[in-house]
């Protein structure tokens, strides 16, 4: 489909714009202030309608679809479920004009915050000057006491910043707010604009809009050049999946190429970080730190925190480690300081704030709380250390004139008893911008953050940012917190822009076919992905061979019913479905092995076990997977309805099924065959090896039927291959050595041995001392036994040993790979080369 249709109805961006009108007294993107549409908006809006409506429709739902289908999301604070990223169709617009000014006022508002926190941790002239109180210092709990007179690696505290902004009732930008703790939200950008951008291609390239590759190319490089060695390791420290923007943090990681680490990854030794990997611990150089400064260290803040690192701070003042933001640098993000904001400029600049910031009192001192006081009913009061209002719980900010008697009198009482807590503020009516609503266009308030980077050649600001904008028409900063949807930000260039990406543009660039070493969490999460994997189609098979079972609408004896009970209590011992489910209707069964969430193992749980994994690994695994796992989830979930027959239920079996083979199919084709793939195949291996072993006690006894051998032979999906090499029905022993012993069946359990055998040999070793370790010892001599057994030999207690064996392997695998920081063994020293 071609960007440009020859046929466009007449002024089709006029009917767009016919009823729009900026809110009163509120400063617009589209209309300027002389009452007429800015130039640049116009030019775009004059492109758009060269698109009928049905092709827009087309093309904004193709970008929600490609949103959903690559698994962006988010998780509002207190949710357990993400959700889908909401994305608008329009972007912001910005000339190249204002984001000079914009750009201009963000490098000097980083350069100042850097050397404003430099001097808080250091000599602390601020404050003995009295530029700054001491109390709006020591007074907030991010100022970090035990990092006083730390000098970080290279000397710079902050390498990563960003501004909150929203143009001002006069029209210029204001600062809204600084972050500096760790800032989020870049990666979201990204996305939005490579969703944008392939939605409308042309008019993208047309509108010459700013490239973000160059800006995040830089970024890397500044972090690169901040690590001792030549060639750092550099790792993104992440709360984990149950982070907010656990999404974003993935992605970075991947777009960025840097080790994705939790806390748990993270060993603290000889003044160093190392990462805990498969070949033992490997020095960390740079750690862009995505959590908050109190749970970095346990030892020395927040003794609580299982995000952190034992020892971190103590690695910072060793100069052994470069930590992007250093910790305690959230001390910018107090409101306090905005108060003094511009003095800072005056007394450390030696000149005026290029972007203002909103006016902001302190009401820590006696003059400021007194004008706070008397204009009560005209601002907005919020915490001066924190995002909650102290003495409000669940509160952001109060508006006094929107309080009753009772609690208006109750926020002055708590100004004059505490009057350092608190900060009041100019209500902010934010400026609004061009919106789709019922096919016009509406204005909305928005807020925009800019991002800043620290690189090789000084402050770097990204040219676009985070838009977040309300669907409501109020234009007071404090209703932004619902109902909020994110546009891309293009910033339009004067001439046309050299595409650009991320990927090294010259012939002579290293090439790389490994990755690193694994992270031990790594490596535990695609084990377990891998057997919950394999559980959840063990399940489905066994729901599928008795859910073929029941439909038999005559059983001819007592005999043929024994496979049904066997298959029952198959699924009551691996606890996919209670006990009392059996005694039931057969649909009972079905349903809850299928979708129980109060069944420790049923199908449904184990995919949500699976997708746990996964979203912990989500970088190193592809989106098609991510989003066939979400399928898997939905259809288990959904899919099965109470009156559902049986014929229903197997049918959504078998197409739970089929994409499970799909998953497969695609691991099997597009993973690389590194160390993350021998722990995903170990896992599946693994499990397949310990069930098929149940399997066969189960329904390969001394004194099993055929019919229960050929419900055997379907569990293990071997039903062709034994009719292809025996021309008999069914018999004990050539069934036996099929599922245990045969080396060439994909499915036995010899099989499952000497792959994870082969995976484990391939594998780093800690000792380079010839002696074989644990796992692989096991493992080497099972496969060995199940080499030479035969299978009209086997007993009970045989096959028992083979399962015990099989878990144990499981076991040692776990110890010697899985185990981190206090639990790491005694002979792994960090080797500070690798």
Known sequence: ?????????PRRSEAWTQNYAPLPGIPDEFI?????????????????????????????????????????????????????????????LI???????????????????????????????????????????????????PLRGA??????????????????????????????????????????????????PALYRDMNVQRLAPFFREFRDGLARSGERAEPRICLLTPGPWSQTYFEQAYL??????????????????????????????????????????????????????????????????????????????????????????????????????????????CGQETQRREVLADLDTMAVAGAFSNQLPGFDGQYTALASER?????????????????????????????????????????????????????????????????????????AVTMRGGVQSADVWVLSDKPVEMDTLLPSSDRAAIVRLLGNLPSRAADNLFWFGRYLERVEAILRIIRSLSNRFMDPDPQDKEELRPIDRLQRLLVSWEVVPPKAVKRSPRSVVRAALQDEDSYGSALLNTISARRAASSIRERLSQDVLQLLGQLEDRLRTSVQENASEAQMLEQTEQALHVIAAISGLMNENVNRVAGWSFLDMGRRMERGINT???????????????????????????ITYRSRYLVSASLAPVRDMALLDPFNPRSVAFQVAQIEQHLASLPVLREDGMLEVPRQIALKLKTDMAVAQANMLTTETMTDYRNRLIDLAGAIADRYFLHGANTPSDEKPTGLA
């Open 1 to 9: 489909m071609s960007d440009v249709r020859i046929a466009t109805p």
């Open 32 to 92: 300027g202030p002389d009452g007429a549409p800015r130039p640049h908006w116009r030019r775009f809006l004059d492109a758009l309608a060269h698109f009928d409506q049905d092709d827009l429709d087309q093309r904004f739902a193709t970008a929600e679809r490609r949103m959903r289908d690559i698994g962006v999301s988010y998780r509002a604070y207190g949710e357990t479920k993400e959700s889908s990223w909401p994305l608008s169709g329009l972007p912001l």
């Open 95 to 145: 000339s190249d004009a204002e984001w000079r000014d914009i750009s201009a006022g963000i490098v000097q508002r980083a350069g100042l915050l850097e050397r404003v926190l430099a001097d808080l941790y250091g000599d602390g002239h601020l404050v003995s000057d009295g530029v700054l109180p001491a109390a709006a210092v020591a007074g907030s709990p991010e100022f970090l006491r």
């Open 151 to 200: 000098k970080p690696f290279g000397g710079r505290w902050l390498h990563f910043y960003a501004a909150d902004i929203g143009r001002g009732p006069d029209g210029r930008w204001w600062v809204l707010g600084d972050r500096a703790q760790a800032p989020s939200g870049s990666g979201y950008a990204l996305e939005n604009r490579l969703v944008t951008s392939q939605a409308f």
């Open 253 to 362: 990681a991947r777009y960025l190429g840097l080790l994705l680490v939790e806390g748990g990854d993270l060993v603290a030794a000889e003044n160093k970080i190392h990462v805990r990997t498969i070949a033992g611990l490997k020095r960390a150089d740079v750690i862009w730190r995505r959590i908050d400064s109190e749970w970095c260290d346990p030892l020395e803040l927040n003794s609580a925190s299982r995000l952190g690192v034992p020892g971190m701070l103590e690695a910072i003042r060793g100069g052994k480690v470069t930590v992007a933001n250093m910790p305690g640098a959230g001390l910018l993000e107090a409101r306090a300081l905005l108060a003094f904001m511009p003095s800072l400029a005056r007394h450390v600049l030696g000149e005026d704030l290029l972007l203002p910031n909103i006016a902001t009192w302190w």
């Open 404 to 476: 009753s008697p009772a609690e208006r009198d109750k926020l002055v009482r708590a100004i004059e008893t505490r009057g350092m807590d608190y900060v009041g503020q100019e209500v902010v009516r934010l400026s609004t911008t061009p919106a789709w609503d019922n096919g016009q266009l509406a204005p909305r308030p928005f807020v925009l953050r800019i991002f800043a980077a620290a690189t090789p050649n000084g402050w770097r600001v990204m040219p676009g940012g985070f838009c977040r904008i309300s669907d409501q028409p109020d234009a007071r």
């Open 693 to 719: 072993v149940r399997a066969v006690q189960t329904f390969a006894d001394s004194d099993a039927s055929i019919e229960q051998l050929d419900v055997l032979l379907d569990l293990i999906d071997s039903q």
